[in-house]
Antibody, heavy 116, light 110 residues
């Protein structure tokens, strides 16, 4: 059974750094693109970017390029989304999703709250 | 402003058939397949339709998808109360070299 399990909710202050994770199981992690989707409170889904764990090829939405970093550690079948300096506007639910096609499997979501 | 355009809301009574539209352009829907997702309140999205009109295993055949040119539609027949959810379309965009979502449609079962 394909599963994507994300790390737990985070509460951070503006300016702090953060790295959240998404562990895949039940399939060949290195053979499928995996991406991140943002959902701000009460809003719709926004595609952020994807990574191919097999060779770390990464693509970003222009809206998120330079704002976040997507990475993966294929040795532990885990993808990451990280921020170097959080802003209050980063408060949202973040989902990882396998792309075979886009979003055939989703993680349960990680709620990130940024507040002073 | 989402790249793909959906109506913000739709509604129907139990047993009815409702359709939700998704409009794009030549760089996304016009040249790539469309997927649809259902998001029940407080849960992660779930793939409902892929490759324009294919249902993943376990999705009832009450749900169907179609595509024509730069637009796509999701149809739900025999509407049930448990269908009340947000529905999103998505496609790959060749110009952006990334995925794009519609803004979502909130379906209310009256």
């Amino acid at each position: 059974e394909v599963q994507l399990v994300q790390s737990g909710a985070e509460v951070k202050k503006p300016g702090e750094s953060l790295k959240i994770s998404c562990k895949g199981s039940g399939y060949s992690f290195t053979s499928y693109w995996i991406g991140w989707v943002r959902q701000m409170p009460g809003k719709g889904l926004e595609w952020m970017g994807i990574i191919y764990p097999g060779d770390s090829d990464t693509r970003y939405s222009p809206s998120f390029q330079g704002q976040v970093t997507i990475s993966a550690d294929k040795s532990i079948s885990t993808a990451y989304l990280q921020w170097s300096s959080l802003k209050a506007s980063d408060t949202a639910m973040y989902y990882c999703a396998r792309h075979a096609p886009i979003g055939d499997y989703w993680g349960q979501g990680t709620l990130v709250t940024v507040s002073s | 402003q989402s790249v793909l355009t959906q109506p913000p809301s739709a509604s129907g009574t139990p047993g009815q058939r409702v359709t939700i539209s998704c409009s794009g352009s030549s760089s996304n829907i016009g040249s790539n397949t469309v997927n649809w997702y259902q998001q029940l309140p407080g849960t992660a999205p779930k793939l409902l339709i892929y490759s324009n009109n294919q249902r993943p295993s376990g999705v009832p055949d009450r749900f169907s998808g179609s595509k024509s040119g730069t637009s796509a539609s999701l149809a739900i027949s025999g509407l049930q109360s448990e269908d009340e959810a947000d529905y999103y379309c998505a496609a790959w965009d060749d110009s952006l070299n990334g995925g794009v979502f519609g803004g979502g449609t909130k379906l209310t079962v009256l």
